[in-house]
C-alpha cells in the first residue's frame, strides 16, 4: 500500500512552546490529509480535514488557533499545536487519500503517529 | 450521521483457534466499511474493506470480514489466530459528504492471543 510518513515519531516540549508535526505522502499525491488524536486506550478523534491549497476545516471543538493546518503541497501536510500545554500531550496521527484514485474506494493510508508529551 | 459500535474491548483466543472481532454500524446511504489494526505507538494498518460485491471480503495477514447487511454488521474473522495478531482493532465507516469523505472509528478492540 501507499506509505505516509510522520515526522517526529515523539517529542517532549516544554508548556508555552509550539510543535511542529510533519505528515508526508511519499508515494502519491495526498489532495486531502486528516489530522487524529488518540487518547490512551481510547478511539481515534478527527480533529481537521486538511485541503491541498485552501483552508483546513476543523471539527467542532477543536481550536483552529491552537492547532495550525497547513497543506502547502500534495505531499505535504502540517499540524503546529501552539502555546503547547500538559493536557494537549496525546498521540497524533496523520492519514492521507491517494487523490487520484476514486474517493469511494479509496482506504486511507495513516503516518506513524507522533507521541507529543508537553512538561 | 454515521456511527460503529464494537462491543467487545478486548477478545482473548488461543494461537491456532479462531477469532472474531465484532463490528456494527449505523450508516443512512451505502456503507463503505474499513478494518484497520494498530499496534503499540504506531500508526493504523489498513486490512481490509467492504465497498460493494461479495460479502466475504479477504485482506491481509489472512484476514477477512463478512458485511452482513440486515444485521448491520462486518465483523473481523480469522481462521487460525497467531500470537503476533495481538492489536488493537478499528472498525471504520466512511460517510461520503461533499468533495471530502471522513472515517468514523469504533472504540477499538484488544485481541490477545496467548499460546
Known amino acids: 500500500g501507499a506509505v505516509v510518513s510522520q515526522h517526529p515519531s515523539w517529542v517532549i516540549c516544554k508548556s508555552g512552546t509550539s510543535v511542529k508535526i510533519e505528515c508526508r505522502s511519499l508515494?502519491?499525491?495526498?489532495?486531502?490529509m486528516f489530522w487524529y488524536r488518540q487518547f490512551p486506550k481510547q478511539s481515534l478523534m478527527l480533529m481537521a480535514t486538511?485541503?491541498?491549497?485552501?483552508?483546513?476545516?476543523?471539527e467542532q471543538g477543536v481550536e483552529k488557533d491552537k492547532f495550525l493546518i497547513n497543506h502547502a503541497s500534495l505531499t505535504l501536510s502540517t499540524l503546529t499545536v501552539t502555546s503547547a500545554h500538559p493536557e494537549d500531550s496525546s498521540f497524533y496521527i496523520c492519514s492521507a487519500r491517494d487523490g487520484g484514485r476514486s474517493i469511494r474506494d479509496t482506504e486511507a493510508f495513516f503516518g506513524q503517529g507522533t507521541r507529543l508529551t508537553v512538561v | 450521521a454515521q456511527s460503529v459500535a464494537q462491543p467487545e474491548d478486548q477478545v482473548n483466543v488461543a494461537e491456532g483457534n479462531p477469532l472474531t472481532v465484532k463490528c456494527t454500524y449505523s450508516v443512512s446511504g451505502n456503507p463503505y466499511l474499513f478494518w484497520y489494526v494498530q499496534y503499540p505507538n504506531r500508526g493504523l494498518q489498513f486490512l481490509l474493506k467492504y465497498i460493494t460485491g461479495d460479502n466475504l471480503v479477504k485482506g491481509s495477514y489472512g484476514f477477512e470480514a463478512e458485511f452482513n447487511k440486515s444485521q448491520t454488521s462486518f465483523h473481523l474473522k480469522k481462521p487460525s489466530a497467531l500470537v503476533s495478531d495481538s492489536a488493537l482493532y478499528f472498525c471504520a465507516v466512511r460517510d461520503y459528504t461533499g468533495t471530502a469523505s471522513k472515517l468514523t472509528f469504533g472504540t477499538g478492540t484488544r485481541l490477545q492471543v496467548t499460546l
Open positions: 508515494d502519491f499525491q495526498a489532495t486531502t
Open positions: 486538511s485541503n491541498e491549497g485552501s483552508k483546513a476545516t476543523y
